[in-house]
């Protein structure tokens, strides 16, 4: 009789504990807010999913800089996304990878994700944390796979300690990789240019920036609106497929021939310090681009219906456009600390280095 | 005195908790042993065949082949009894089977009274396919994921057969696509009887891969590895594949 009563009252205690462990206090997650830039369209990103901490951030950021995500470890997200190139590669026409490998396409910069739907220059991603498992796992690029890598930050001491303090417990799985690397990712917000500060009253263009911005809004804007500068649309420009690297664009994804040799409209914030040009980085100074626009331009039966004449540029124009499209550096960004690797981390020199010493 | 919601709810969460206990450790044991549960047992086939790794098949267009691997996604496992209302069963979203590993293909279900018919998603909904990475089998680590052009890989045959034209002689067939035009998750719903109480046992014949409105044969398609017309033709024919066994005829 008396074992009757003792028991429900342990059990209770047992679950009652362990209840309390599972949801009681616990070492706090610093929680951040997004810094959203006033005037500025709503993030897509769910953050409710993922909402930022100064830990995750930190995890993340450990993440993005760390050679030991790429099978021998000399590739990590950072060798081909450079700071001080608002995080494309820095006068790379294609990226390198692992084993001598080129990417197919140019990098990207990476900023303002969290207004970005779909990823990819052919919108193949459609998640920001799903994003790092291409090239994880891409063999020309960093040509790993997910369970090694998590197979190697779970033995590192100070992952599990971070991976703790971001999440809660030291459990290291997938989603919370990708999802520490988005809250890294996701705090790259460039929204400090010139171009901003004239905008929110801080500054004035200059002559030749006022009228590259008139006629930006005449010739360019229709594609490339502010304040993101691009419409996130995806438009085939009249730029021929290349033989020798067959890329088909969009249609990869929709399988539609009417977006053959489609690709995203890019972001233009930043442009003057991410050259090369183009989805497969075939421009290689803005010079180049505006004579693809003015006359280079090749028509065929995908392309957009603004671009079917091409876009009549003057000499002058091209000048007084380059002049505002200056305006976009973001400098503050590209020196922002916190972007930085961390301390103890030096990323490995690319390995083409030896090349572009000897061109020098 | 004032106490916050968020504690009372707590406390009051503990209370229930401690009750829920006691009367489970106060009801008598037989009554606790009638919980109502079903073991799903898939069984994977060519034909009338058990299907492995070794044993060569033969499909309807005559080509021969050996497979190597057969995994498939199930998702929102439901039974429905002699009202033909359907309710959930399972207690994960989404079960990973693997040919190769017996314990994926045992599933544990949740009934409520005797079971009419058996309906469930083959692949993964929409949702699971936009909302980025997930835990558990749908984890991407599982192999059963597009990094290139995200989406799951509802299903996946692969082997190797003389009438093969692709590298090697293999032949993969990753059938996968969730949006409009593209869809390749299948609803299966089988009607169930004569079965045990607590046991279901579904077979997939793999030979239903092949044939169908698009002809669908080795030698003309040994690789299907990305969303569109061939992968809805494949998933077309895939959802002939189950069909519930008869206790007995188990073993053939």
Known sequence: MKLRVLLPVLLALIVGGSFIAQYGPRPEITRVPFPQPKGWPKPLYDFKANPLSKEGIELGRRLFYDGRLSKDGNFPCASCH??????????????????????????????????????????????????????????????????????????????????????????????????????????????????????????????????????????????????????????????????????????????????????????????????????????????????????????????????????????????????????????????????????????????????????? | MWLSLGVMRRKLRIGAIAAGCWLLAALPGSIRAQQNTLTLQLLARAGQQALTTEDSCTNAAGETFAVRNFRYYLSHIQLAGADGRYYEAAETAAYLADMRDSSSQQIMLTTKGPVQSIRFLLGVDSMANVTGV????????????????????????????????????????????????????????????????????????????????AGVTIASHPVCHEPGPLAVAIADNYTRMFSVVKEGEQQP
Request: proline share 6%; glycine share 8%; aromatic share 10%.
């Open chain 1, 82 to 360: 450079q700071q001080f190139a608002a995080f494309t590669t820095f006068d790379h026409n294609l990226s390198h990878g692992i084993n001598n490998n080129l990417t197919t396409r140019n990098a990207p910069g990476l900023f303002n994700l969290a207004w970005q739907r779909e990823f990819m220059q052919d919108g193949g991603v459609n998640h920001l944390d799903l994003q790092p498992l291409a090239p994880l796992t891409a063999p020309n690029e960093m040509g790993e796979e997910i369970d090694s890598v998590l197979v190697k930050l779970r033995t590192d001491k100070r992952y599990k300690k971070m991976f703790a303090a971001a999440f809660g417990d030291t459990a290291v799985t997938t989603q919370r990789m990708t999802r520490a690397l988005s809250q890294f990712m996701l705090t790259m917000v460039s929204a400090n240019s010139k171009y901003d500060k004239v905008m929110r009253g801080e500054a004035q263009f200059n002559l030749p920036e006022r009228l590259g911005h008139g006629i930006f809004q005449q010739k360019c804007v229709a594609c490339h609106p502010p304040p993101l500068f691009t419409d996130f649309s995806y438009r085939n420009i009249g730029i021929p497929d290349d033989p020798f690297n067959s890329d088909k664009g969009r249609m990869k994804i929709t399988g539609k021939s009417t977006d053959s040799l489609s690709f995203r409209v890019p972001s233009l914030r930043n442009v003057m310090i991410t050259a090369p040009y183009g989805h497969d980085g075939r421009f290689f100074s803005m010079i180049e681009v505006m004579e693809h626009y003015r006359k280079r331009l090749k028509v065929m039966p995908a392309t957009d219906s603004l671009m079917r004449k091409g876009i009549p540029l003057s000499n002058f124009e091209i000048g007084q456009l380059t002049a505002f499209l200056y305006t976009l550096t973001d400098s503050s960004f590209i020196a922002n600390p916190h972007l930085a690797a961390p301390a103890d981390i030096t990323v490995p020199v690319a390995a083409d280095a030896a090349d572009h010493q000897r061109v020098r």
């Open chain 2, 134 to 213: 997930h835990t558990g089998t749908l984890d991407p680590a599982k192999g059963m994921f597009w990094t290139w052009n995200s989406g799951y890989i509802m299903a996946k045959l692969e082997g190797r057969s003389p009438q093969s034209t692709a590298p090697g002689r293999n032949f993969t067939y990753h059938i996968g696509g969730y949006k409009t035009g593209q869809q390749t998750a299948r609803w299966i719903t089988l009607p169930v009887t004569a079965t045990p109480a607590n046991r279901l046992v579904l077979a997939a014949d793999i030979l239903q891969w092949f044939g169908g409105s």
